[in-house]
């Protein structure tokens, strides 16, 4: 009985390895078996591709680009090279337009000290020279880049007015590095450019062909738009904008469109807000916009107009008193990659921008500018449209210290339908509750929603491009932190003691998609609560050197050293509920109410949550220096305004209990099925914060206007610059529960049971910390600084740089001939690497210069080093994993079990493989290129230090950039190729 005991809990015991080995592979989601139609937004089309090789193209002249075919591909559905622009060459061939975007101070340097701002043209060239040629450039309703064929000169020399029209999409850019060889067209890369036949719909065919420089030939240049229920139509003649379609009189709108009747179709003037100097040279349409070059004399700009804007109080006299210089932006733009919100684009024909220098380094008032100026810009386009009553609630919110924020938190905050779920009909429920909010913040971005196009259709817009790896995520965050402190008592030398209460609830819901690489898309609906609640006493000693003052005001430095005991809780609970379909399954499931049937709800889909209950009794020293502004209030108590700290505390957890249970309800249950409940005791943990504190601190002073120490306002409401844990010096755990399952049975045998569970944990460890993959996240100014190699302990060793001239290929001595062949392939592999990092650094440069947290938006790129174990770890890895399946399978057919021998056989394989991984290495396998882009919208009261209220809405995107691909010999000794993909 007590073998069978044994057996039994061994069983458990080894199971624990072999659920680390098989952990990975259990996370997929099964696809659900839905019946809706395919979605294919328009009839298929011929498509083809063709390879361009881009070649460098000098602008010396930003005059010599051709403007009226300009597009800034920004306004397409294309997150490839989004952040450049595109016109047609002297012979209709595509030409990108690259230059780089500058931030306010490097802005005006280039401009005024640097030679100002250039530009680089690339030239996407077929090496077969049968590449399309075209005569005109635009982009339609959908966001698709549309060219309009150019036909060719006949004998007559007469071109035939003939409208062919294809969609140009741009799907990757992509270079081999073969080290070994020579090519003469080292630098050249290669754009994978698509082209699909695009036939529009009668109301949205337009006549551009005056706008082509190439040929002059008399023809119209007329674009056909929607405009709030109307089609109407815009034409360029004699330097003039004329309309039909309109009705007499017209208010301006808001900034979305619909479909509808035209009703007039005499043509009438719409006066611009243009000098009598200046020439129109084009109009085209972009996205719902209409972009006009217009020649200033000394300089061309481009403008672009709303049809909402047009307006007109008389009859018939039609007015736009306001042309932006931002082009409409489709959605990989607007979330986080708008170059446009920096002082200067990097695009040529665009003025420089004062007003959109970055915030983000201004102490304590950075978010409350953004705020100013987005609804301040609000207002300055409602006055240009004689909007006065909408201009004067815009800058009400651009003075709003937060009650806006106050407002929306509350309803948010007490809102149940977004608690973190307990079960799937509750998340079902919570979901359809709450998904209309996410579709409207996502429908701010994504246009087209009230131009007759569906919901599901605009999800469907967004997830079809989407690449492995990727996702887009729509949050709705909002939080409460209070804080409430009295002086409680004094000690000698007049020290006084502060009590104070640290409060906080957070909670949020968001929604993100992903794409697997068998064209499933995973929705994953996530809800957290977070709730805190610190309370203690603290007591500093210290000093505030007054440097200057003026009566009611000084300014001072301050250095004080503060000591705090607490007592703090918190819970947290997460819930995630997730489910697959196909792709083509998208549209219809969102246009049917998000419709899960019980059948579906129960075998293909999933709900984890994890609840997270902490209570610890601890202390903190905290020393910081500080830059003070204070304000009397009264002769016993000041203001500080505001209070600018960096300091760093010291943390010393007497004790610390953490409660975690985690449930899992998996594929064909609505209970749950799997829980672990955790309970661990820690003992005297150590830790170190640096912490930034931007805030205003009310405190209380004596009459001599003397502070000794401030009060512990804000320990749990920091920014933190650096963190580091410490491990305890201390720790057990009270219990575990899967040892609890079987204590009644364990008997006798328990101890030695406890001693095998023990050295397999250890085991375990060893694998965990040896994986066979492992990955290295870096900021992305480390592009260029391959590292080909991780040493045991996870440091890079060997640069690929270091590489180039040493040891690379011995020179043989067999004979002159085999000698100079192998000189040459060095110097080859010496060349071809060089090239390889050149491009990398001018690729991080690129990325960099993009990088931004400005005016509620993000652009953060960074990459991901993919490594894994050489051959020699490997098999190292491989023998443990053998050796641990051999001694359970011994001993499960073994009559007699020995317990001692197998802790014996435990302990020898864990000595020799620690021994063995000691010199293991890994080796790289790829490099990511990634980053995450945001915009937001926030409604936040004022940082004080008595409470604080925040209302966050974010569409975030998750995007790969690039990929390096190192692809080795057969004998995995040395990097033979490299391939690169880029996205940007």
């Known amino acids: 009985m007590v073998n069978e005991v044994n057996r039994a809990q061994l069983d458990l015991t080894f199971s624990k390895i072999k659920k680390a080995e098989t952990k990975s592979n259990d996370s997929s989601i099964s696809n659900i078996n839905t019946t809706h139609n395919v979605y294919s937004t328009s009839e298929k089309k011929n498509s083809f591709q063709y390879d361009g090789f881009l070649n460098i193209k000098k602008i010396e002249n930003v005059k010599k680009i051709n403007a009226n075919n300009y597009v800034y591909l920004g306004s397409t559905n294309m997150s490839l090279l989004n952040n450049m622009g595109i016109t047609l060459d002297d012979d209709g061939s595509l030409l990108l337009i690259k230059g780089r975007s500058h931030d306010l101070f490097s802005g005006i340097y280039q401009k005024y000290a640097n030679g100002g701002f250039k530009y680089q043209g690339l030239h996407i060239e077929n090496e077969k020279k049968n590449d399309i040629k075209f005569k005109e450039l635009y982009v339609d309703h959908n966001g698709d880049l549309i060219g309009n064929k150019r036909e060719p000169i006949g004998n007559n020399h007469i071109v035939e007015n003939k409208t062919q029209l294809y969609k140009i999409k741009f799907n990757k850019i992509e270079k081999e590095y073969d080290l070994n060889e020579f090519s003469l067209n080292d630098n050249r890369e290669k754009l994978i450019v698509e082209y699909e036949e695009y036939i529009p719909r009668n109301n949205q065919q337009h006549d551009l062909s005056n706008i082509n420089n190439i040929l002059e030939l008399k023809e119209n240049n007329i674009i056909n738009i929607c405009r709030d229920g109307l089609n109407i139509s815009l034409k360029l003649k004699d330097n003039q904008l004329l309309t039909n379609g309109l009705p007499a009189l017209l208010p301006s709108q808001g900034d979305e469109v619909d479909n509808g009747q ?5 043509e009438y003037k719409i006066k611009l807000p243009l000098k009598k100097q200046d020439k129109i040279l084009a109009i085209k349409p972009i996205l719902d916009k209409i972009q006009l070059v217009v020649d200033k004399g000394d300089r061309i700009k481009i403008y672009y107009l709303d049809p909402l804007n047009i307006f007109s109080t008389k009859h018939y006299c039609y007015e736009v008193t306001r042309l932006k210089q931002e082009p409409p932006l489709s959605f990989y733009s607007m979330v986080g990659e ?25 102490p304590f008032l950075s978010s409350f500018i953004d705020n100013a100026r987005l609804n301040i810009n609000k207002a300055k386009e409602q006055y240009a449209l004689k909007e006065y009553k909408t201009m004067v609630k815009n800058i009400a919110k651009a003075v709003d ?55 599901g259709e605009v ?47 957070a909670k949020s819901h968001a929604i993100t998609l992903s794409k697997d690489k068998d064209n499933k898309i995973t929705f994953s609906f996530i809800n957290h609560q977070n709730n805190l609640l610190a309370a203690g006493l603290s007591v500093g000693i210290g000093e505030y050197a007054k440097k200057w003052g003026e009566e009611s005001m000084n300014y001072g430095y301050v250095t004080p050293i503060m000591a705090s005991a607490l007592l703090s809780a918190s819970y947290a609970k997460k819930s995630n509920f997730s489910f697959s379909l196909h792709i083509n399954d998208v549209s219809n499931f969102i246009n ?3 419709n899960l049937t019980e059948n579906q709800l129960i075998s293909h889909s999933t709900l984890e949550t994890h609840q997270d209950m902490s ?21 016993d108590t000041q203001l500080t305004v505001p209070r600018n700290a960096i300091g760093v505390n010291f943390i010393f957890n007497l004790l610390k209990l953490n409660l975690n249970i985690n449930k899992f309800i998996d594929y064909g249950e609505l209970d749950i099925t799997k829980q672990t409940k955790k309970v661990d005791l820690d003992l005297l943990e150590l830790g170190v914060d640096f912490y930034r504190d931007l805030k205003f601190t009310p405190s209380t002073t004596n009459s001599e206007n003397i502070v000794q120490w401030y009060p512990l306002a804000s320990v749990k409401d920091f920014e933190l610059m650096l963190q580091k844990r410490v491990n305890s010096l201390l720790k057990f755990t009270l219990f575990e529960n899967e040892k609890l399952k079987n204590e009644e049975i364990l008997g006798k045998s328990r101890k030695d049971l406890k001693g095998i569970y023990k050295r397999v944990l250890k085991i375990n460890r060893l694998l965990e910390k040896f994986p066979e993959k492992y990955q290295l996240s870096n900021n992305i100014n480390k592009l260029d600084s391959i590292y080909l190699n991780l040493s045991s302990d996870k440091k890079p060793i060997n640069n690929l740089k270091d590489n180039i001239n040493k040891n690379i290929i011995t020179t043989l001595s067999q004979g002159k001939d085999e000698s100079f062949q192998t000189q040459i392939t060095k110097e080859n592999r010496q060349h071809n690497i060089s090239l390889f990092l050149s491009s990398l650094k001018g690729r991080k440069e690129t990325l960099s210069s993009q990088e931004k947290n400005n005016m509620n938006e993000k652009f953060k790129p960074y990459l991901i080093a993919n490594y894994q174990l050489n051959e020699k770890s490997r098999l190292i890895y491989t023998e443990l994993r053998n050796e641990i399946n051999h001694l359970i399978e011994e001993n499960r057919d073994a009559e007699q079990i020995n317990l001692d021998k ?83």
């Open 902 to 984: 197998i802790k014996k056989s435990l302990d020898d394989l864990y000595t020799t493989y620690k021994q063995r991984f000691a010199n293991a290495e890994y080796q790289i396998t790829s490099t990511d290129i990634m980053s995450v882009s945001e915009l937001s919208y926030k409604k936040k009261t004022l940082p004080t230090g008595f409470i604080r209220l925040g209302n966050k809405k974010v569409i975030s995107h998750s995007q790969v950039k690039g990929s390096i691909d190192y692809i080795y010999s057969e004998d995995r000794e040395r990097i033979n190729k490299i391939s690169t993909n880029y996205y940007y």
């Open 592 to 594: 049917k109410g998000v």
């Open 401 to 455: 210290p937060g009650f806006r924020g106050l407002f929306c938190n509350i309803r948010q905050l007490f809102n149940s339908s977004t608690n973190a779920y307990n079960s799937k009909q509750m998340a079902l429920h919570g979901i359809k509750e709450n998904i209309g909010k996410s579709y409207s913040l996502l429908n701010r971005v994504v246009k087209g929603i009230r131009n007759g196009i569906t919901q």
């Open 262 to 266: 035209q009703n007039n179709i005499q």
């Open 459 to 505: 999800i469907y817009s967004l997830v079809k491009d989407l690449k492995e790896k990727e996702s887009i995520t729509i949050n709705h965050h909002n939080d409460v932190r209070a804080f409430f402190g009295i002086n409680a008592f004094h000690l000698s030398n007049g020290m006084g003691v502060n009590a104070f209460l640290l409060a906080s609830y």
């Open 615 to 635: 209570i610890s009794v601890g202390s903190e020293v905290r020393s910081e220096a500080s830059i003070d502004v204070d304000v009397m209030l009264t002769p």
């Open 338 to 362: 708008n170059n446009y919100k920096k002082y200067h684009s990097g695009q040529p024909f665009s003025s420089q921008t004062i007003g959109n220098f970055s915030s983000r380094h201004i």
